[in-house]
């Protein structure tokens, strides 16, 4: 198949640009590098060394024989973004160019802004080029399994759900509530695929994922093919960041009472899922709500799960919970449903969260020197009421 | 009190202008005269004359004895809005600065993209600069009865609602579906001042209104006060619109089946209840939602009533409904909740729909000569599915 990547030089995209190529699939990437920009406006930096896309992009082709095609440009550019859709009409375009971060979101007007702009307005443009010139393109667009909050009901896996609302049924959209101008961002998104999949009958894969970890998927096999890995107060998502921590000797640091229930699962199977998701569309005009996720943890979990494995590398890793930046509920119901992928044959992790998390502590280990320098972002300084 | 209205170049923003300088409260006035521009894109204008900002700020002063203190802005630009807001501290700030036109938003990218880039983020720009600098200002913002699509229940006038999902309980945001970007956008800012309010404590007034009709208030008494009346295929709502077909002698218009049933009031109805909600705000720190109407009818009702009406002034208007160039439901339930307004005193109507559309064709009467040279925009061609 013909897919398209955008945000081909981030944390998935790459890796899942990878899984792709490596199974026989062309690949074409889109990124403008805002994420390297990003990450370094806040101090911080990719744990593990990140080439240039030109080294990734060349050492995948010595890897797998195949090269993926790469484009620096912007999707909030109608003109230059339509017109290589155009060009290629892919047979699926996976969008992941999309600012990635909650604490990023809420450092202020400017970045709320921003997040609003780059989301929002990306994901109109994706859909109106789809409509005007590839209208057989599958979208795979990513979401997050936090545009549902935290709500008493069971999470369904779908696009809208039969309620009673003071006596009267009806059908409506899952209900949704954000926890930061990014998590609104794609509920936004979210709203605005379905209008399009309702008018113009766009196919549209729309993915409810949890926090991804690990450094490792089965392609990623030598240093030139790495893909970011994000640790500090901004950028990094929880069991990521708690493996810095221990590594740099810190104590492992749950915000709050730490009985935050999130779904998480590896960069390995969330590659996986993907790929079969591209391989699997719905049918054509069809939307289809996927959440994705293997594993359901408090972070309090986490913590002690990071720590049992530091133990055995010989690290001490203490857990010291700290005040909880974010305006969230710390002890709460949690339990989404989870059809598609079981369906697809993703039944349950492909390694354990212990496996996973010893791995990704022994690739960090080699670069404990890099991240001494990172010492200080690893608190989280936006603070959601600020 | 000290009132700061955004986009009261508007059709609703002038006329509140005017009734609350009337009513002794100090009015200061923004405007980027964006929608001025954006109808004689569409090659339109106002129905009837629009004078300059300039000539009606100094009749008004003449009739009314108050100075409105005007900027020419863009509350896109952060620096430019919180600087104002920060220097006159306002009891209220109206936001009507948005761009209003459901067809608009549906014309191509571009357009959809300027919506929710100029709704979404002026909205956040405000929201910022309350928080920031004038934590005690009420924002009193124009939100659309549209936001709740037609719903099989009763619409709730209020945040949140009580619902059963699947069998389990929970208090959901009230479910919302947007007809075009425009709406989606509006849904969007909803969800967004939410938000605001929850983790800030931003005290807000979020209205939903249905169309407005109507050339006048009390205290437009002269043409160099009048507001502007769009009547276009982009930008005329329903009752205005087909009054402007029955001076031109062309058929009305209703789109589709005419079952479409919306919540409507007068403009007169409209200032009224916005200066209420103004002198009466909800407790600090609360988010009021009011769904602001007075009257619910079929598109095909007021066809009706429309072409009862010119009769009387001797005009022949027939009925002829077109294809609608809308995805929308043309028979449907329709039933919103009405709390907030009557308990502020406004129980029905000021005057009989009847009255008020004999006042918009006697207006509208005058201008015939003027309206001949817009007989072709009056159509829609602005195609949702196309």
């Known amino acids: ?174 209900p949704k509530w954000g926890g930061s101008w990014y998590h609104w961002s794609k509920v936004h998104d979210t709203n605005d695929i379905l209008f399009a999949n ?38 990094g998502t929880v069991i990521n960041r708690y493996c810095v921590e221990a590594i740099l000797g810190m104590p492992l640091t749950p915000y709050g009472k730490g009985g935050q229930t999130r779904a998480f699962l590896s960069l390995e199977d969330s590659v996986e899922s993907l790929k079969r998701l591209i391989e699997n569309p719905p049918n054509k005009g069809e939307y289809r709500v996927v959440n994705q996720f293997t594993e359901i943890y408090t972070v309090m979990e986490l913590a002690n799960e990071v720590k049992a494995i530091a133990e055995k590398l010989g690290i001490n890793a203490e857990i010291k919970p700290i005040e909880n930046p974010r305006v969230e509920a710390e002890q709460h119901y949690y339990n989404p449903e989870r059809n598609v992928l079981p369906k697809l044959g993703i039944l349950k992790p492909s390694r354990t969260l212990p496996d996973e998390v010893y791995a990704i502590l022994s690739d960090l280990k080699n670069y404990r020197k890099r991240l001494e320098k990172y010492r200080d972002v690893l608190m989280p300084k936006v603070k959601w009421r600020d």
Do not use: C
């Open 1 to 174: 198949m013909k897919i398209m990547i955008l945000g081909i030089d981030g944390y998935i995209g790459w890796a899942l640009g990878l899984r792709l190529i490596a199974n026989g699939h062309d690949v074409i990437g889109v990124d403008n590098f805002y994420t390297r920009k990003a990450v370094r406006e806040v101090g911080s930096d990719s744990a593990l060394p990140l080439p240039s896309m030109e080294t990734r992009i060349k050492e995948a082709k010595k890897v797998f024989g195949k090269e993926i095609q790469f484009y620096n440009l912007d999707i909030k550019n109608f003109a230059k973004i339509s017109e290589l859709i155009k060009r290629y009409k892919p047979d699926a375009i996976v969008d992941f160019a999309e600012q990635r971060s909650a604490p990023y979101s809420m450092v202020d007007a400017e970045h709320a802004i921003y997040t609003m702009h780059n989301n929002i307005e990306g994901t109109i443009n994706v859909l109106y080029a789809i409509k005007q010139f590839s209208p057989d393109t599958h979208l795979v667009k990513m979401g997050t399994m936090g545009e549902y909050g935290t709500p008493k009901f069971d999470i369904p896996e779908s696009a809208f759900v039969n309620t009673s609302i003071n006596g009267k049924e009806d059908l409506i959209t899952v």
């Open 198 to 235: 309702k008018i113009w009958g766009i196919t549209a894969t729309d993915i409810m994922q949890g926090p991804v970890y690990g450094t490792r998927t089965k392609e990623i096999v030598n240093k030139k093919l790495f893909t970011r890995l994000d640790f500090d107060g901004v950028w």
